[in-house]
């Protein structure tokens, strides 16, 4: 099975800031990754698909990057609806693998 | 407009069975798969399988498959998933998601399970 990990697992950040997160898969997943934001009692939303594509109706604070092994989540912008946890999902090889989440707060 | 609309929240006793369902609307059903996805309260998101409307085959992860069914019925553009033995560790949230993209969800089906 191909593992994921993110980095951090929480941070405290503040409005207007840059927040990066990382994900790092076990094997090659090429870009078969996607990006997604959970809110507090509310399903996931996908943000980012195929690893940098933004999901349409997503603000373009959003961006996503890398390919093979190591991606990374960037919100350029830090708003106050952006407060919420982060999931990474490798769709290349079944099981089909979530990373453990980053839960983004307020400073 | 693509929706996934789940079935309501379930309450029952461990050893009774329960099926859940995901209907979607406003797209061609037997074109894109459906997963289920587990999230135990406070936990991450665990994905349980999938099912591809298109010929019904199914891929379960191996920690899920012992313990449930996926199955669809294309003729209502609805998805399930089911256990014939519920235990209190099965408590969680169930949601549907659409694709091998996840790009449409479900709102969630809460299931307790409680003596």
């Known amino acids: 099975d191909i593992q994921m990990t993110q980095s951090p697992s929480s941070l405290s950040a503040s409005v207007g800031d840059r927040v990066t997160i990382t994900c790092r898969a076990s094997?090659?997943?090429?870009?078969?990754l996607g990006w997604f934001q959970q809110k507090p009692g509310r399903a996931p939303k996908r943000l980012i698909y195929?690893?940098?594509h933004l999901q349409s109706g997503v603000p373009s604070r959003f961006s996503g990057s890398g390919s093979g092994t190591e991606f990374t989540l960037t919100i350029n912008g830090l708003q106050p609806e952006d407060f919420a946890t982060y999931y990474c999902l490798q769709h290349n090889s079944p099981p089909f693998t979530f990373g453990p989440g980053t839960k983004v707060d307020i400073k | 407009e693509v929706q996934l609309v789940q079935s309501g929240a379930e309450v029952k006793k461990p050893g009774e069975s329960l099926r859940i369902s995901c209907q979607g609307f406003?797209?061609?059903?037997?074109?894109?798969?459906i997963n289920w996805v587990r999230q135990v309260p406070g936990k991450g998101l665990e994905w349980m399988g999938t099912?591809?409307?298109?010929?019904?085959?199914?891929k379960y992860n191996p920690s899920f498959q012992a313990h449930v069914t996926i199955s669809d019925d294309k003729s209502i553009s609805t998805a399930y998933l089911q256990w014939t033995s519920l235990k209190a560790s099965d408590t969680a949230i169930y949601y549907c998601a659409r694709y091998f993209t996840f790009d449409y969800w479900g709102q969630g089906t809460p299931v307790t399970v409680s003596s």
């Open positions: 099912i591809d409307p298109a010929d019904s085959n199914v």
């Open positions: 406003g797209y061609r059903f037997s074109n894109y798969w």
């Open positions: 195929t690893a940098s």
């Open positions: 094997q090659d997943i090429r870009k078969d």
